[in-house]
T-cell receptor, first 117, second 115 residues
Framework: NAGVTQTPKFRVLKTGQSMTLLCAQD?????MYWYRQDPGMGLRLIHY???????AKGEVPDGYNVSRLKKQNFLLGLESAAPSQTSVYFC????????????????FGEGSRLTVL | AQTVTQSQPEMSVQEAETVTLSCTYD???????LFWYKQPPSRQMILVIR??????QNATENRFSVNFQKAAKSFSLKISDSQLGDAAMYFC????????????FGKGTLLTVNP
């Protein structure tokens, strides 16, 4: 009963370093998302995917790249980390909007806290 | 662009009392969904309640209910018989119908429950 799993849960980087956050879901969801959460800002959409092999930019995509090579996985990459990318990152997934049982609900992972020094 | 506004950064309530969290939104769409998500200290985002815009009846889930005023673009959450476990950050969110990927969140309201 894993749902949405994010790894790692915590990471500290130095400015300029690169890293990848992995999101895996076992619910066969078509749609996957990466959000960042900052104090007083709510959750903001970074990138999303509407299916395997597809990605699209969200509200705050700069400095991030994503890939969806497999339906169950959605990777978020930081090529050259900056202190402004210190945040808590959430992955989420949902059913295809065309699915009859779709309620619009997003299923979230537990978050990954990233600190860039 | 759609916006979601939660005007109360923090709220507090006594255990067993009732509290209402406010949310307003701005949209020109007629087909949309509204949600309240709860984020306890564990950080896990949990769906509390959802409302389809085409439904006039207010959604209810046990002690949680909403007051959906479509014309006023208002979507408040009422928590009855508040419990210590209700303490969390609450986010209001908007989703345009037919597009299952542009969920817009408000900035959140931190709810404290006092024993």
């Amino acid at each position: 009963n894993a749902g949405v799993t994010q790894t790692p849960k915590f990471r500290v980087l130095k400015t300029g370093q690169s890293m990848t956050l992995l999101c895996a879901q076992d619910m066969n969801h078509e749609y996957m998302y990466w959000y960042r959460q900052d104090p007083g800002m709510g959750l903001r959409l970074i990138h999303y995917s509407v299916g395997e092999g597809t990605t699209a930019k969200g509200e705050v995509p700069d400095g991030y790249n994503v890939s969806r090579l497999k339906k169950q996985n959605f990777l978020l990459g930081l090529e050259s980390a900056a202190p402004s990318q210190t945040s808590v990152y959430f992955c989420a997934s949902s059913l295809d909007v065309q699915t009859g049982s779709n309620t619009g609900e997003l299923f979230f992972g537990e978050g990954s806290r990233l600190t860039v020094l | 662009a759609q916006t979601v506004t939660q005007s109360q950064p923090e709220m507090s309530v006594q255990e067993a009392e009732t509290v209402t969290l406010s949310c307003t939104y701005d949209t020109s769409e007629s087909d949309y969904y509204l949600f309240w998500y709860k984020q306890p200290p564990s950080r896990q985002m949990i769906l509390v309640i959802r409302q389809e815009a085409y439904k006039q009846q207010n959604a209810t889930e046990n002690r949680f209910s909403v007051n959906f005023q479509k014309a006023a673009k208002s979507f408040s959450l009422k928590i009855s018989d508040s419990q210590l476990g209700d303490a969390a950050m609450y986010f209001c969110a908007y989703l345009r119908g037919g597009s299952n990927y542009k969920l817009t969140f408000g900035k959140g309201t931190l709810l404290t429950v006092n024993p």
